[in-house]
């Protein structure tokens, strides 16, 4: 089965642009989580998703935003990039929750200058 | 906040050698789970452990989860250059649904 897919792969953006990214996950996974994955602070959680609704939420600024559709698909938008915002997002499904395993997929790469 | 720490941050070994790494939670977690990332790739599910004091393995991989399920460790006997990558433990904060990643340790294996 197909895996848990991210687009793009990589993204290009000036300081003060926004930027959606997008997530789909495994065929019947309901759960969809978002993380930051810089070398400095390792894996961050931004936040989780569960039938359209957001579940958990991490300690990012209100510049994070995210959503996620009938169909499992979530977004994640970021408003005012900061160069801080340079990482790679990762995206994460799962059956229903934490306790279920994650299945991550390959990542968006953010560079913003 | 609620923090899973994880040591050590780096280990080189040579290949055959044993690797061991350290994972401690803050509080107590409902399960552990273990991840792999290889160079530029994404974190891969390995493993999860529920119960306390649980020992858990595939092939050379020997996962524990301790008896308060505040700390848990992940132990490779003789390491191969496949081995390579971070691994992180990964738990879940009994009070809450979040699944919180340790630092990661970064494994080299010398040929």
């Known amino acids: 089965k197909a895996g848990v897919t991210q687009t793009p792969r990589y993204l290009i953006k000036t300081r003060g642009q926004q930027v959606t990214l997008s997530c789909s996950p495994i065929s019947g996974h309901r759960s969809v989580s978002w993380y930051q994955q810089t070398p400095g602070q390792g894996l961050q959680f931004l936040f989780e998703y569960f039938s359209e609704t957001q579940r958990n939420k991490g300690n990012f600024p209100g510049r994070f935003s995210g959503r996620q559709f009938s169909n499992s698909r979530s977004e994640m938008n970021v408003s005012t990039l900061e160069l801080g915002d340079s990482a790679l997002y990762l995206c994460a499904s799962s059956l229903q929750d934490s306790n279920y395993g994650y299945t991550f997929g390959s990542g968006t790469r953010l560079t913003v200058v | 906040g609620q923090q899973v720490m994880q040591i050590p941050q780096y280990q080189h070994v040579q290949e055959g050698e044993d690797f061991t790494t350290y994972c401690n939670s803050s509080?107590?977690?409902?399960?552990i789970q273990w991840y792999k990332q290889r160079p530029g790739g994404h974190p891969v599910f390995l493993i999860q452990?529920?119960?306390?004091?649980e020992v858990k393995k595939q092939k050379r991989l020997t996962f524990q989860f301790g008896e308060a399920k505040k700390n848990s460790s992940l132990h490779i006997t003789a390491t191969q250059t496949t081995d390579v990558g971070t691994y992180f433990c990964a738990g879940t904060p009994s009070n809450t649904g979040k699944l919180i990643f340790g630092q990661g340790t970064t494994l080299q294996v010398k040929p």
């Open positions: 452990l529920v119960k306390s004091g």
């Open positions: 509080t107590t977690l409902s399960n």
